[in-house]
């Protein structure tokens, strides 16, 4: 044969052969293994094993994603849970399984902020809706199920429920905010950055315990540059317009109602620390929307020696610490 | 001039320029309502007095409401019509706008009064939970990849 010829033959055995080649392989039988299970984790999370569930109790504080069921025992008539999720995210409510008496005064109510001994957190100034547009009630709406989405980081729900075994399930999801704006802190310890982007709105940062604030970068105007201009430097005052960042103290958590501590109305690029001995510390960034303001600040708790027993100074102690 | 046809003349500009009782109420409701200037206030105030007496908000809303009606129309109290001349759905939409004020004038101060050292406390239990469910989570993930 041609040289030509039997390559061409061998050529031909050579594809046959590959085509009936026995190849060694690995069954798998089971879809669960390997990348594939990486793949459908989202779709795992929606299933039984991966879902938080947990009873609900008349006065509870919730910070995970789940569902809560709550079955009265006795009559419950005043309670309470405060749900609270990371400073970037906000929380997503739903009620399901509702079985109440709305007409025997039982009533299910989702309020949009947290409400301490009477004061509201974001204050009404600060909050985008008005005050009776915060709550939301199940007894009020025609639909028969409840849902709604926080404004910030913090919501709660009250209810009341007078027959025994009358209960509902509360489903909590938290979905991501990529400009928070008024936020309660869960730890006494951290860092953060606000940053309000061309927005009217006055943003509060809110610590409930006495803390060392030290602003370590604070850009207030224009955001390509962070230098002072002497202009800027000539505003009326800070509680005059403008842009500028107050830290406040005080007992409660309405920040409408607490006490300006210090206030900045000028950009710095070094670092300014305050120590406010109060139940509550907070970082506020007041925006005219002209701009971009951006603060970052870190804080840590007091030590029970770093708070002064007696005021040595003349400044009157406007906040008694515990 | 004839006498009739004066008669007439004189009686049809007496009739016409006879004023019209003029309406008791303010042409648009208290200032929370204004966003539903469309309804007329008429419907409203007989739902709100159906409502108040069938006893749809609490007895204090009730008198309340009860006194505020009074004042501004004392006859209108005692008629307590029970049905409205109108549309179904006028009705409907007045008993909705009913419903809102009273939820508004009974808004109940809801607020519970914990110390910060009780909030404190639940805030830290409440992250150990989450950081306890979190790690089983993990668990979990990394026991459905391991396999």
Redesign the interface.
């Known amino acids: 044969m041609s040289a030509a010829l039997r390559a061409q033959l061998f050529l031909c055995l050579i594809s046959l052969l590959s085509g009936t080649g026995l190849t060694r392989y690995i069954e798998d039988n089971?879809a669960?293994?390997?990348l594939y299970?990486?793949i459908s984790?989202a779709q795992?999370r929606e299933s039984e094993?991966?879902v938080?569930r947990r009873p609900l109790r008349c006065?509870?504080?919730?910070?995970?994603e789940?569902y809560f069921t709550f079955v009265a025992s006795r009559p419950q008539l005043?309670c309470?849970a405060?749900i609270?999720a990371e400073p970037s995210e906000v929380i997503s409510m739903e009620l399901s399984d509702v079985s109440i008496d709305c007409s025997a005064g039982d009533f299910i109510?989702i309020?949009d902020g947290w409400?301490?001994?009477?004061e509201k957190f974001p204050s009404s100034n600060d909050h985008p809706l008005l005050p009776?547009e915060r709550?939301t009630?199940y007894c009020?709406s025609a639909a028969s199920t409840l849902s709604g989405r926080s404004s910030q980081n913090v919501a709660m729900i009250?209810f009341r429920i007078h027959s025994p075994d009358s209960g509902f399930t509360l489903a909590v999801k938290k979905v991501h905010n990529p400009f928070p704006c008024n936020i309660m802190s869960?730890?006494p310890e951290g860092s953060f950055t606000m940053v309000m982007p061309h927005q009217r709105r006055n943003c509060s940062f809110s610590i409930?315990?006495p803390v060392e604030i030290r602003l370590t970068d604070l850009s207030l105007g224009d955001a390509k540059s962070n230098e002072i201009s002497p202009l800027r430097q000539m505003w009326p005052g800070c509680s005059g317009s403008g842009d500028y960042v107050e830290l406040l103290g005080g007992?409660g958590v309405d920040t409408s109602k607490m006490f300006p501590v210090a206030d900045l109305c000028f950009s710095l690029s070094g670092l300014a620390q305050m120590k406010i001995c109060c139940?509550?510390s907070v970082v506020r960034l007041v925006s005219s929307g002209n701009y971009i303001n951006r603060v970052t600040f870190q804080y840590r708790l007091l030590d029970q020696n770093e708070i002064p027993k007696t005021r040595e100074n003349s400044l009157e102690n406007f906040c008694a610490v515990? | 001039m004839k006498p009739v046809p004066l008669l007439l003349l004189l009686s049809s500009v007496l009739l016409s320029s006879h004023p019209r009782p003029a309406a008791g109420r303010p042409s648009s409701f208290p200032g929370w309502l204004d966003g539903t200037s469309r309804l007329q206030t008429q419907q409203v105030d007989d739902v709100l007095l159906r409502a108040a007496t069938e006893g749809a908000a609490s007895d204090l809303v009730g008198d309340h409401l009860l006194r505020l009606l009074q004042r501004r129309d004392p006859d209108r109290l005692h008629l307590l019509l029970p049905e409205v001349d109108g549309a179904e759905e006028e009705e409907d939409e007045a008993l909705r706008t009913a419903?809102q004020l009273l939820?508004?004038s009974e808004?109940p101060?809801?607020?519970?009064?914990?110390t910060?050292?009780l909030?404190?406390n639940?805030?830290q239990?409440?992250?150990m939970?989450?950081q306890r469910?979190?790690a089983q989570?993990n668990r979990?993930?990394l026991d459905?990849?391991g396999?």
């Open positions: 089971e669960s293994d390997g299970s990486l984790l795992k094993d991966f938080f006065l509870d504080m919730l910070a995970t789940g005043a309470a405060f609270i109510k309020f409400v301490l001994k009477g009776h709550y009630d009020s009250f869960q730890s409930i315990y007992n139940d509550n515990e | 419903e939820k508004r808004e101060p809801l607020s519970i009064d914990l910060f050292h909030l404190r639940m805030i239990m409440a992250k939970e989450s469910e979190q989570l979990k993930v459905e990849v396999k």
